[in-house]
Nanobody, 126 residues
């Protein structure tokens, strides 16, 4: 498995921005997809965005389109999620996850990912 650790959460006012980082160690991310998910209190975990480690292509959930940007730095083994125009409804614990090897699509289901970070809290005040 891949070990993942998220950083960069915090408290921000509505309309502000945050950059989350997901640092990977252990097994290679080659041929994997790295995704960001979020979970608000009392709600199911929701897909946010994903990026293919090799090609760098990406895919966004509806809540992220036009406001969030996912990217990766292969030299640093890190995936980023830049979140702009934040809204109170973006408040959640954000998790990054790595898919199983040889994943050739962008999974949006939790079960397609077998490595998860511990999560980082993002709170957006109104």
């Amino acid at each position: 498995q891949v070990q993942l650790a998220e950083y960069g959460g915090g408290l921000v006012e509505a309309g502000g921005s945050l950059r989350l980082s997901c640092a990977a160690s252990g097994r290679t991310l080659y041929n994997r997809v790295v995704g960001w998910f979020r979970q608000a209190p009392g709600k199911e975990r929701e897909f946010v965005a994903a990026i293919s480690w090799g090609a760098g292509s990406n895919y966004y959930g509806d809540s992220a389109k036009g406001r969030f940007t996912i990217s990766r730095d292969t030299a640093k083994n890190t995936v980023y999620l830049v979140m702009d125009s934040l809204r109170p409804e973006d408040t959640a614990v954000y998790y990054c996850a790595a898919s199983r090897r040889d994943t050739t699509y962008f999974p949006t289901r939790n079960s397609a990912y077998d490595s998860w970070g511990q999560g980082t809290q993002v709170t957006v005040s109104s």
